[in-house]
T-cell receptor
Framework: DGGITQSPKYLFRKEGQNVTLSCEQN?????MYWYRQDPGQGLRLIYYSQIVNDFQKGDIAEGYSVSREKKESFPLTVTSAQKNPTAFYLC?????????????FGPGTRLTVL | GQQLNQSPQSMFIQEGEDVSMNCTSS?????WLWYKQDPGEGPVLLIALYKAGELTSNGRLTAQFGITRKDSFLNISASIPSDVGIYFC?????????FGSGTRLLVRP
C-alpha cells in the first residue's frame, strides 16, 4: 500500500523538550517537504529536500531541523528554540522538485506543547 | 513575503446550492492549484491550472486561471454533505507551494 505515513498522529511534549516527527514515503519520490498549519491559516513551508543529503530552509525554519539520510525518510525535529510549536504538521512528497502540482500529503501530526 | 488572498473565509450553505470561492495575488504566477482538506487530514489536490484563461473541470468542480495570472476561482455545483472541508488555493513559486488561508465550507443537509 503506497503512500506517505506520519507518526505519531498526536504528540504531546513538555515545554523545553525537543521532539522528532516521522515522515516516511514508499512512492520513490525525490522531493519531500514539511509544512506547519495553524488554525485559520494556510500551510507554511518549514523545510524541503530535493535530493538525499540535501535540504533547504523554507519560510519558517527557525527552531526546526531536518535530515535526509535516506530517500524515503525526512524526519523533522522541533527544538526547544521554537517559540510556539503547538500546531498541525504536514509532510509531503513529489516525484520531482519541479512538479509541485503533484505533491502528496501525509495525514499529519498534531503537536501540543503542555 | 508573497501572499494569496482567499475569500470567503467560511461559507455555510444548503445542500444542493452552488459555491464559489476565489484567490487573488499581487504577483503573477504560472500555476494555480486547488486543494481540499478534510478535518485532521492532509490536503488533496483537486484541480491544477497551467495556462492563463484556462477553465478546468473535475466532476462538479470547475476552476479557472485568471487571464492576468493573478487570480483564480473555484466553483462547486450542487453541493453535497461530503463537500464539507477546507479548500485552499496554492501557487507554484520556485519549486515551493504558497497557500491561501483557506475557505471553510459547511453544508447543511
Amino acid at each position: 500500500d503506497g503512500g506517505i505515513t506520519q507518526s505519531p498522529k498526536y504528540l504531546f511534549r513538555k515545554e523545553g523538550q525537543n521532539v522528532t516527527l516521522s515522515c516516511e514515503q514508499n512512492l520513490n519520490h525525490d522531493a519531500m517537504y514539511w509544512y506547519r498549519q495553524d488554525p485559520g491559516q494556510g500551510l507554511r513551508l518549514i523545510y524541503y529536500s530535493q535530493i538525499v543529503n540535501d535540504f533547504q530552509k523554507g519560510d519558517i525554519a527557525e527552531g526546526y531541523s531536518v535530515s535526509r539520510e535516506k530517500k524515503e525518510s525526512f524526519p523533522l525535529t522541533v527544538t526547544s528554540a521554537q517559540k510556539n510549536p503547538t500546531a498541525f504538521y504536514l509532510c509531503a512528497s513529489s516525484p520531482l522538485a519541479a512538479s509541485t502540482d503533484t505533491q502528496y500529503f501525509g495525514p499529519g501530526t498534531r503537536l501540543t506543547v503542555l | 513575503g508573497q501572499q494569496l488572498n482567499q475569500s470567503p473565509q467560511s461559507m455555510f450553505i444548503q445542500e444542493g446550492e452552488d459555491v464559489s470561492m476565489n484567490c487573488t495575488s499581487s504577483s503573477i504566477f504560472n500555476t494555480w492549484l486547488w486543494y481540499k482538506q478534510d478535518p485532521g487530514e492532509g490536503p488533496v489536490l483537486l484541480i491544477a491550472l497551467y495556462k492563463a484563461g484556462e477553465l478546468t473541470s473535475n466532476g462538479r468542480l470547475t476552476a479557472q486561471f485568471g487571464i492576468t495570472r493573478k487570480d483564480s476561482f473555484l466553483n462547486i455545483s450542487a453541493s453535497i454533505p461530503s463537500d464539507v472541508g477546507i479548500y485552499f488555493c496554492g501557487v507554484d513559486s520556485s519549486y515551493k507551494l504558497i497557500f491561501g488561508s483557506g475557505t471553510r465550507l459547511l453544508v447543511r443537509p
